[in-house]
Each structure stands twice: as C-alpha cells, then as structure tokens.
C-alpha cells in the first residue's frame, strides 16, 4: 500500500480523497482565472446574443399580453352587445390622459436621469458611445411604453421594444466589459431580436437591424444577429403560437399587367410617406413648442388627452392591435375611415410622442399605407374592374414603411413574415422600391431612419 504503513485504511481513504478534491478545485480555480480570457471571444459574444434573444422574446410575450387586455377593455368601453358606442367612451381622453400621466410620473421619479428615447439612441451609441447604453432605459421604454400605449396613445409599440433589445444587450456586454466592437454588435442584436419577437418575423428583424441600425453586412455581426432574431421568435413562438400578424384573407398573386398599377401605387404611396414625414415633424415641433412652459410631468397627460379625443372620433387611431391593418386588407373599412386614419394618423404619432409619451412610428405608419392602399384600389376599381383592393393595402402598407425609414427590404420581407406568404414579394419589395426613390427626390426630407440621415450630407441627423 502507499504512505506510511502504519496508516489505517480509513487514513489512507480520506488522504486520497482529500488530493482528488485538490486536484478538482486547482482545476476548476485554473478555469475560472481563464473564463476573463474568454470573454473577448466570439464564443462569449454569441452567447451573450443567446441571452438577449430569449430575454426580449420574454419581454414581448409581457409586452403582447398587455396590449391584448388593453384592446379588450377598450372594446368593451367603446361598444356594447348591439354595437351602440357607450356613454362611457366620451371618458376616454381621460383614461389617455392618466396614462400620460403615468408616463410623465416615472420619466420625473425613477427615470430623472434616464435620457435618450427611439432608434436615435441606439445610432448615437453605436457611432459616438462605443455602443454603451444606459441598462435603465431597457426599464425605462418597456415600462413608459405600456403606460403611453395600453391607454390609447397614439404611437407604435416597435420603438420602445427596440430600444429595450438594444439597451439590454448594450448592459450585458458592459457587464462583462467586452470591447467597443463587440457592444456595437450586441446593440443591433438586440434590435433584431426585438423586430423579429413582435412581429414574429425573425429574417425581417435581421434585415432591419442591418438596414436600419449598423448600415453594412458584416459576417461577424451577421451570426449574432441571426442568433437573437431567431430565439426572440421562438420564445414568443411558444408562448403566443405561431399565427400569422395579419388574419385577413389574402389577395391573389397579381398579373404581369399589374405591375403598372402597382409602380404608381408605390410612388403614390411616396408621397403618403412625404405628407407623414412632413406633418409630424410640423406637428412634433408645435406641440413642443406649446407644452414647453409646462412641468415636465404635465407634458405626456395633455398629449394623451389630445390623442384620446381623436380616438373618440376615429377609433382607428389606437395603437393596441393590427386589427384596422386587417380590416383595410379584407375591405372591412369605408374610403371615408380610411383617408380620415391618412390624414390624422401622424397627427396623433407626433402629439404622443412631441409631448414625452412613448412609442415609435413603425406601426402607425403600417396602418397610414394600408388604408391608403385600400383606398387607391377601391378608386382603382372603379376604373379598372377585377381591381383588388386587398392587394394594394397589403402593398401600399409596406410601401410607406419603406418611404417613411427608408428601409425597402425590411419593409417587404416583414410584410411578407407577419402574413405569412412570401409569394407577395415581388409586388411588395417592387412598390416599396418606388416609393423611396419618391422620398429621396425630395431634398431636405428627414426620414425616421438615423442611418439614412448619417449618410446623406447636409440633412439633419
């Protein structure tokens, strides 16, 4: 036997044992003094887009069910059994109003020193920040968001969502104090995971986040990208199902003969994405201009109360659902709803968001192009019969997307994810390319997209 021969078998047993143990913890010491070694690695990097995925797909099934309940008891405070508008439903401004309140009260009280809002944030942190976010707007916009839009605000739910997927993987990467590069890539992953999670469309999430936020498609990017997108989906996938966005019955694929129509459609759809440009930034820059004597705190109330009598009018202002996107397709709408949601719907995006409520643009301009498509094809019927005016809302909707951000690809591949059919492309991605070029023959026009204003020399950033 080893060792002494004096030594009892029990010794001997606890002496072998107690060296094992030695040896497992000189080698687990050795692997935790290695793990700071690791973390600039590209394996750390794709976890880390592992984490951020999962954790935004969580976040959006939250987020989704809010805004599911909200749409239910705004249903049942607008209509009753026979569809007769309640009594009720003239309160509605106030319930607008108590959410901007909300929102105004945790800007001033937790978040006092949290600033930055919208994709402007996250272009800022990648190109001037060396890609640090504060991890408190991860809090901030999710948080200010269900305030603004479960009480009838009228600005998108994408925003917000963007800026948490972005600030999130921003704080994880600070965390482990990865480099400025790596951060950067942690930043449009968690955008894509957010656009891929809420519109179950995780290519679409990809392709913004490389249209919208980097500007350039790099194969080290691209994996994490890819990794965020894909598991934010399938979180949300497993917990909200699998559904298409959009239940409306689809349009047939359209002739050859068609394509004419729809070229005028996109660049008809260009100019609806002029006039929304141009009359938020009008209307955004009024209402700051009007609400700046007022206490911060008092700012988003007002707003809401503004953007809640305009619901009252036009119930297609709320940003709780798609439904009216799905009513405009299917031509469950009247020309008269929908040129009204054209012409106010901006309105309503910039009083939200000009007086501190939260929220994007991403959705409400969805819903402006559709409704002008259902409109362009009804009069297009009139003239030309066997017209569908389904498919020109479906089309006309991503067409002032990618007016409006620039963003053509995204534009059409997202519409083609959230109805589920990609053999509409051809018309989508056609229209949504006559569309942009209307935008950029119109010098001096700011789009919502930070990176195409980068890269176009003398127009505000």
Same mark, same amino acid.
Not at 165 to 190: E, N, T, V, Y
Not at 378 to 395: K, N
């Given at each position: 036997?080893?060792?002494?021969?004096?030594?009892s078998f029990g010794d001997l047993y606890i002496? /072998?044992?107690?060296?094992?143990?030695?040896?497992?913890?000189?080698?687990?010491?050795?692997?935790?003094? /290695?793990?700071?070694?690791?973390?600039?690695?590209?394996?750390?990097? +794709? =976890?880390?887009?592992?984490?951020?995925?999962?954790?935004?797909?969580?976040?959006?099934?939250?987020?989704?069910?809010?805004?599911?309940?909200?749409?239910?008891?705004?249903?049942?405070?607008?209509?009753?059994?026979?569809?007769?508008?309640?009594f009720g439903s003239y309160l509605f401004p106030?319930?607008?109003? =108590?959410?901007?309140?909300? @929102?105004?009260?945790?800007?001033?009280?937790?978040? #006092?020193?949290?600033?930055?809002?919208?994709?402007?944030?996250?272009?800022?942190?990648?190109?001037?920040?060396?890609?640090?976010?504060?991890?408190?707007?991860?809090?901030?916009?999710? @948080?200010?968001?269900a305030f603004s839009i479960a009480s009838g605000?009228?600005?998108? !739910?994408?925003?917000?969502?963007?800026?948490?997927?972005?600030?999130?993987?921003?704080?994880?990467?600070?965390?482990?104090?990865?480099?400025?590069? &790596? +951060? /950067?890539? =942690?930043?449009?992953?968690?955008?894509?995971?957010?656009?891929?999670?809420?519109?179950?469309?995780?290519?679409?999430?990809?392709?913004?986040?490389?249209?919208?936020?980097?500007?350039?498609?790099?194969?080290?990017?691209?994996?994490?990208?890819?990794?965020?997108?894909?598991?934010?989906?399938?979180?949300? #996938?497993?917990?909200?199902?699998?559904?298409?966005?959009?239940?409306?019955? *689809?349009?047939?694929?359209?002739?050859?003969?068609?394509?004419?129509? *729809?070229?005028?459609?996109?660049?008809?759809?260009?100019?609806?994405?002029?006039? %929304?440009?141009?009359?938020?930034? !009008?209307?955004?820059?009024?209402?700051?201009? *009007?609400?700046? !004597?007022?206490?911060?705190?008092? /700012?988003?109330?007002?707003?809401? +109360?503004?953007?809640?009598?305009?619901?009252?009018?036009?119930?297609?202002?709320?940003?709780?659902?798609?439904?009216?996107?799905?009513?405009?397709?299917?031509?469950?709408?009247?020309?008269?709803?929908?040129?009204?949601?054209?012409?106010? &719907?901006? @309105?309503?995006?910039?009083?939200?968001?000009?007086?501190?409520?939260?929220?994007?643009? $991403?959705?409400?301009?969805?819903?402006?192009?559709?409704?002008?498509?259902?409109?362009?094809?009804? =009069?297009?019927?009139?003239?030309?019969?066997?017209?569908?005016?389904?498919?020109?809302? *479906?089309?006309?909707?991503?067409?002032?997307?990618?007016?409006?951000? &620039?963003?053509?690809?995204?534009?059409?591949?997202?519409?083609?994810?959230?109805?589920?059919? %990609?053999?509409?492309? +051809?018309?989508?991605? $056609?229209?949504?390319?006559?569309?942009?070029?209307?935008?950029?023959?119109?010098?001096?026009?700011?789009?919502?997209?930070?990176?195409?204003?980068?890269?176009?020399?003398? !127009?505000?950033?």
């Amino acid at each position: 036997m080893d060792g002494d021969p004096k030594e009892s078998f029990g010794d001997l047993y606890i002496r /072998r044992n107690v060296l094992a143990i030695k040896r497992t913890l000189g080698s687990g010491v050795a692997f935790m003094a /290695r793990i700071p070694l690791y973390r600039h690695t590209d394996y750390a990097l +794709l =976890l880390i887009a592992c984490v951020v995925g999962i954790a935004i797909g969580g976040c959006i099934v939250i987020f989704h069910l809010v805004m599911i309940y909200a749409e239910h008891l705004f249903n049942i405070m607008f209509h009753s059994a026979d569809r007769v508008i309640h009594f009720g439903s003239y309160l509605f401004p106030l319930v607008t109003a =108590l959410g901007g309140l909300g @929102v105004g009260l945790i800007s001033r009280t937790l978040f #006092r020193n949290v600033h930055g809002e919208g994709l402007g944030t996250l272009i800022h942190a990648i190109n001037a920040g060396q890609g640090k976010i504060d991890w408190r707007n991860s809090i901030k916009s999710i @948080v200010t968001a269900a305030f603004s839009i479960a009480s009838g605000g009228g600005a998108g !739910r994408e925003g917000p969502t963007v800026l948490l997927g972005s600030s999130l993987g921003s704080a994880l990467g600070q965390m482990f104090q990865l480099r400025p590069d &790596k +951060l /950067r890539i =942690l930043c449009a992953a968690g955008a894509a995971a957010a656009i891929s999670g809420i519109f179950n469309a995780p290519l679409a999430g990809v392709i913004f986040a490389l249209e919208a936020v980097t500007g350039e498609l790099r194969l080290r990017s691209f994996i994490p990208l890819v990794i965020s997108s894909v598991l934010a989906t399938a979180v949300a #996938r497993i917990f909200l199902g699998n559904t298409p966005l959009l239940h409306a019955v *689809l349009p047939a694929a359209p002739a050859l003969s068609d394509y004419v129509f *729809l070229a005028i459609a996109g660049m008809a759809s260009g100019l609806v994405a002029v006039y %929304y440009l141009r009359i938020f930034n !009008r209307t955004h820059s009024v209402v700051e201009r *009007l609400l700046q !004597r007022l206490p911060s705190v008092w /700012r988003p109330a007002f707003g809401g +109360l503004v953007a809640g009598g305009l619901v009252i009018v036009l119930p297609t202002m709320l940003e709780t659902s798609y439904t009216p996107i799905n009513q405009a397709i299917s031509g469950n709408t009247t020309l008269l709803i929908a040129l009204a949601t054209v012409l106010l &719907k901006p @309105v309503s995006n910039a009083i939200t968001l000009g007086s501190g409520g939260a929220g994007g643009t $991403f959705a409400p301009a969805l819903k402006t192009g559709a409704m002008f498509g259902f409109g362009f094809g009804v =009069l297009l019927s009139s003239v030309v019969p066997g017209t569908q005016p389904g498919l020109f809302a *479906l089309v006309c909707a991503g067409a002032v997307l990618a007016g409006t951000w &620039k963003i053509p690809l995204t534009a059409a591949i997202l519409l083609c994810e959230i109805i589920n059919n %990609y053999e509409i492309i +051809l018309p989508l991605l $056609f229209s949504a390319v006559f569309a942009v070029f209307v935008v950029e023959r119109i010098s001096g026009l700011s789009t919502f997209n930070p990176v195409e204003e980068r890269n176009q020399p003398g !127009r505000a950033e």
